[in-house]
């Protein structure tokens, strides 16, 4: 057996352990799933408050903001608390002596990750067209979902950076790691334009890949812009990722080194 | 056996060159490391290990308030050998630094000075090298507590490349051997009792074909029927495996029965070490080694058990 083969057999072995944990755990996911069903919805009827000339296409701006969120902060729930999840059943100390390199762990935890916010965000928009009756009409999807594609590179990459927290301290890691995701929610323009928000915020804002995937996505569902049209943003988005994930990884590593340092790799931390 | 190719074939000494090769995967070595001559028989080199740790006295990681910390000195330049084969016991009070040897030896810490290797790879510089050789068996039996005893162990097997099928033949043998039946597989590990989650531990590590094994307190808290089957174990591990074991425990009669020598630690340092019958003869000629470890302590034993109890 090679040690590519070692390593992609350990990758699989995580996106199995969760989907496993998924099956034991299926109560909450249908409530949080129905949870993000009906926010999704109520989040697509404020549009209600518009007059009805405008009324389809601002469910279409909120909702395409709703389920990207959904999205990406899936993505970055499950990249970002796969350490703290360890900490919690008291397996770190196992699978981080386990003989792989630590791009192979987390690797798998996103590629998991990938996988389940997709199909959550499918079950969500299968929900959302069956309730606005939404007409895609025009819409570029094919080009959505390359945009989508192209940041899951940058956003696996920010997940790789907030991941080390916990793993630097058990509780004030994944504290910090839910204000990270309330800034980035909060300046990437998922609701509104980022041009809304004051002064830092919109510097802040032009520097979140998100804001990027928001832009790209509902100009290629509302606007129906070519692949051509979407390419610039596109390559930004995949250039972004070049960057961040091995800056990810790197922040990752110097955090291990410091909490093997620190005695911090253990259950209780 | 699966991954890389373990000891004794792990180690193709040519000259000054020790090469490992994963199996199937000729003609390229897997990696090579030099510095191989004189380790051939040792399994672990600890050369005055120190390790420390900031401790919180107040505030800490909840509330807001600041934290006030204190530095403790976990071990005092520890130094001692392990040989290829050997059941190496490690005993001492909690808090004495059993398991931050262990710790070191298994590449979840860093030492501040000294030098820790496995199989003459230090541990620091080869962590990826030193982790293909060792597991551990920890007091707590740390699972995934939804998860099936099966599912835990196709995790656990499978960041080492093991494969499903591979896992499941295996893991109903080491069970079967330690007493566990079949049908618990199946079963959430919260529904089995601590004496068969610890088992399903020792099989975690097994499935690995560690070539040493790191058992840090592995019966504590076992009724006594799961304590004999895990003993058992070790000795059969010992017996029919080219592995080598160090073990922590409070269990005196234990480390008789089990270890070929033993370590007295107290207070990050080692106090004694040698095999049980010399520990006895030296300190205790008329007793047994929990006489000789309490002369050594040179405290009585409900002196030690409190300090147990209270850390």
Redesign the interface.
Known sequence: MTAAQIEGRASMALVRRNLNLVKRYLGWEAAFLFYNIVNTLTIGLIASLEPASKRAETILYLVIGALIWNFLSVLFNEVSNSIQWERWEGTIEYSMMAPIHRLTYLGGVCVWGSLYGLLRTAFVLGAVVLFFHLSLAGANLFGALLVMLASLLSFVGLGLMVAVLPLISAERGAQANQVIQGVILLISGVYYPISALPGPLHALGVLSPATYTLEATRSAILGGASVAHLVPTILGLVGAGVIMIPVGLGIFTLGERYAMRAGKLKRAG | M??LARAPSVFSGEADLLTFW????SPRP?FVLKEVAPILDLAVEVKGAV?S??ETESGG??GLLPIRRRRTLALKGVSFEVRRGEIFGILGANGAGKS?LI?LI?????PDAGEVRVFGMDVTRHQ??V??H???V?V?A??????SAY?NL???????????REVMAEAVAILSDLGLPEKKLRA?LENLSRGQQQKVAIA?AMLTSPTLMLLDEPTTGLDPRSKKDVQAFVEEIRDHHDSTTILTTHDMREAERLCDRVAIIHDGAFLALGTPSELVERHAPEGDLEEAFLQIMGKPMEEIEEAIEIS
């Open positions: 699966s991954g994963a199996e199937g995967s897997f390790k740790f900031w990681e909840v931050t710790r298994a590449t979840l810490l860093l990826l090298e982790r293909r060792i597991n551990r920890s707590e740390s699972f995934f507590k939804k998860l599912e196709d995790y656990a097997a499978g960041l080492y490349g093991r494969t499903r959430p975690r």
